[in-house]
């Protein structure tokens, strides 16, 4: 199932911070220029899930691979194979 939001990675959002140092205007007009809410920017650098396209229109305009400022996507938990409850229906 593919994800419908991204989330920045504590590197990520330094390097988002340090690139929004050399754009004018700050967050306010990043929101402007990927078309989003600067609520939307403050999220993000607070480390919350954004939406995908928000998330790479961000990095794209910063000149960011998203790829390297998204946090790694959690590892899916494995399928308990001998759970407690197998073993009570056992005796």
């Known amino acids: 199932m593919a994800r419908r939001s991204l989330q920045a990675s504590v590197q990520g959002i330094q390097a988002i911070k340090k690139a ?14 990927v ?9 993000l650098l607070q480390g919350n899930p954004i939406d995908c396209d928000v ?3 961000v990095c794209k ?9 998204a946090a790694p996507e959690p590892a899916e938990p494995e399928p308990d194979s001998g759970s407690k409850l197998d073993e009570v229906v056992q005796e």
Request: with cysteine.
């Open 20 to 33: 929004l140092k050399r754009k004018p205007g700050g967050q306010t007009y990043l929101a402007g220029m």
């Open 35 to 43: 078309g989003c809410s600067r609520q939307t920017i403050w999220s």
């Open 55 to 57: 998330f790479m229109a």
């Open 61 to 69: 305009e910063l000149g960011l691979s998203w790829e390297d400022i």
